[in-house]
DNA sequence: TTAATAGTGTCTATGAGACAGTATCAA
DNA sequence: TTGATACTGTCTCATAGACACTATTAA
């Protein structure tokens, strides 16, 4: 019978259940827009070490341990770190697979997060466990491929996820290095949803919603110099009241 | 990192990893809409086995039986059949949890789901693990407990989760037993909202979003009688253009 | 001056909110 | 006939979309 409150310190007993335990991981879906199209990173699984899936690319991610992740959220910033050298991306929960089948070493569940970041803020970090890091359109390079595991309907659901919360919130400014211009976030959502948005409602709906700032920075990389903004709050996205095309269907 | 042994065919080995593993629970935000309150279904904890936070009132769930339960979703409905007999109400994963912290017994994760369903529907089932299981008002009676692990911050982020998507989408109708009324549904709109909505604009966007057929029945408790409906598809909730109530802060 | 991109103004349509009015029932 | 609830119509206002227009730079 286990006392309450007291963590043990010292090394943990063999066994922790007098039942079978599931795997726990934590898998990363890592954004980014560049060259005009959504992209997602991915790793590479080694190969002739025993391990499922060799050589074909998966989601980052791995293991909770148990002895150095504080919580889900800190095992999520630990790998993201790893692999990207980012520490403070805008993160956020996507939701948990978990079944007998999706990993032949037995039964296990990952917890999902999501990542948004400029391209130009990643280092990718090669070597390690993974072989090889590589960022891959989301709409032309995945959907020739199959990925490990069930990280297929993972990113699915992922990208799902972010097409519809870009409809009525900020998220797209976590996409761009800061300051950017209007027109380039214009563009960011335009490569999201996959669709022309309108200029003029465009900018009233960015500037009403009041989470931008002015950069007092001028930036124009060929013509006629923009203003820059930068988040007001680089932590939370801003929620519109309306999703960008109300007429008909979506 | 510890390398992984490999699943084998035959009887489980006794220890599944070298590595030690957190503990996998599966826990159920269950709400419904009785006496014109949001209320939760919770249970209370077992006294005298040694488990943690005896008598205290917490969230149904429990652990993944990695022989019985083919996946999370699996596991989700097994616990919602033994607490309530519903068997396929409106069911989604809200999120997990996980640390080291949670449970005293040692790091563990939860996949949490929540679910709606008509309070008439539902047959509580006592006994077993949990000596008892109730309904409490999310803004009264909850506000007053203090529920076991962390499932007080679990339990406020399903409430907001609820409020957020009741401001867009159809969810209410899961609420109520069909067939119900448009009053009935608006009355569980303003329930769950805290605040009053103006008739003429709900009766013309429920009707407009195309998600309710007549049921041709006509059901009055008092005097002129309604006209009945039934939600077209039980599985999905429809997402509307807009929230209630765009002007101003929400 | 021209090309290119940044940014604004003007019109229309839609639909929410407000609220008054009508319809249909029980007693 | 009265009261209560279901339902409809009418007005206003905010704002998205469409699109033409002006502004500011490089070459």
Known sequence: ??????????????VRAVFPLPFTTVDLVIFTVLDD???????????????????????PGGYVDVDTDKDLLACARRKLKEKTGVL???LEQLGSWGSAAR???????THVYFALMPARDVNLVKGGNAADVAWFTVLEDVRQMHLAFDHDAI??????????KVEYTSLPAFLLG???????????????????????SFRTRMLDAGFLKESDFIEGHS????????????????????????????
């Open 103 to 109: 990993d032949p070493r037995g039964w296990s569940a």
């Open 1 to 14: 019978m286990p006392s309450r409150k007291t963590k043990s310190i010292g090394p943990p007993p063999p």
């Open 178 to 200: 800061e300051p950017f211009t209007l027109p380039q976030l214009q563009r960011v959502y335009e490569v999201v949803l996959g669709r022309a948005l309108d200029k003029s």
């Open 223 to 250: 013509n006629r110099p923009a203003m820059g903004y930068r988040v007001v709050d680089r932590k939370a996205a801003v929620v519109f009241p309306r999703t960008f095309k109300s007429r008909e269907g979506e």
């Open 37 to 59: 199209a959504l992209q997602v990173l991915l790793t590479k699984r080694p190969d002739g070490t025993g391990e499922p899936f060799p050589n074909q690319w998966a989601l």
């Open 155 to 164: 990113l699915e659901s992922a990208v799902e996820r972010l097409r519809s």
């Open 88 to 90: 403070s991306p805008y």
